[in-house]
């Protein structure tokens, strides 16, 4: 079956520079959830979209942005990077009027030096 | 807002034996649905078990079962005949129902526990 695709899978940035990480979610699903997971720390909810519109928001500095595409895949914009922005970073997607399990993608290892 | 505690950092198990993780969380909302995931090192985050708030029944997947306690708002984890392959972080997860806009609600973690399993 199908999962989520994340790409890159890896990334290294300097400070200060701008990164974008990519989500493809599970074909028919209409809902993306982006997620950050520092070193030794649970994941923390950052944005998620439904149908192409913003659904929910959470921690998100505003140094970052997203978006959802008409093809339903997702993109985190990240500029002004610091080194606290070096985490793993999840996306998930789900079908909106079923289960609603969210399935996970591998995520992007940011490390930014 | 919702929180989820996990109060057992770390634990482990003998081979072929039973562990129990715990964890609680606070809501004021009466039907919402609660998760275990397993993150392996990997770093892959894994659906072990799911339990919707309205069923009384505790879920159960093979070898995993929860203890869900809705007054006392507790939902552990049972492992029955642990295996080297389940040493892992668990992270139990809280999620309310859907949005009224659309879509589904965000997971709220808690901190996970750590599994080791010892041959």
């Known amino acids: 079956a199908a999962g989520v695709i994340q790409s890159p899978r890896h990334l290294i940035k300097e400070k200060r520079e701008t990164a974008t990480l990519k989500c493809y979610p599970i074909p028919r699903h209409d809902t993306v959830y982006w997620y950050q997971q520092g070193p030794g720390q649970d994941p923390q909810f950052l944005i998620s979209?439904?149908?192409?519109?913003?659904?929910d928001k959470g921690s998100i500095p505003d140094r970052f942005s997203a978006q959802q595409f008409s093809d339903y895949h997702s993109e985190l914009n990240m500029s002004s990077l610091e080194l606290g922005d070096s985490a793993l970073y999840f996306c998930a997607s789900s079908h909106g009027t079923t289960y609603n399990e969210q399935f996970f993608g591998p995520g992007t290892r940011l490390t930014v030096l | 807002a919702q929180t989820v505690t996990q109060s057992q950092p770390e634990m482990s198990v003998q081979e072929a034996e039973t562990v129990t993780l715990s964890c609680t969380y606070d809501?004021?909302?009466?039907?919402?649905?609660l998760f275990w995931y397993k993150q392996p090192p990997s770093r892959q985050m894994i659906l072990v078990i799911r339990q919707e708030a309205y069923k009384q029944q505790n879920a159960t997947e093979n070898r995993f079962s929860v203890n869900f306690q809705k007054a006392a708002k507790s939902f552990s984890l049972k492992i029955s005949d642990s295996q080297l392959g389940d040493a892992a972080m668990y992270f139990c997860a809280y999620r309310s129902p859907k949005l009224t806009q659309g879509g589904s609600e965000k997971l709220v973690f808690g901190k996970g526990t750590k599994l080791t399993v010892n041959p």
């Open positions: 809501t004021s909302e009466s039907d919402y649905y």
């Open positions: 979209f439904y149908e192409k519109m913003q659904s």
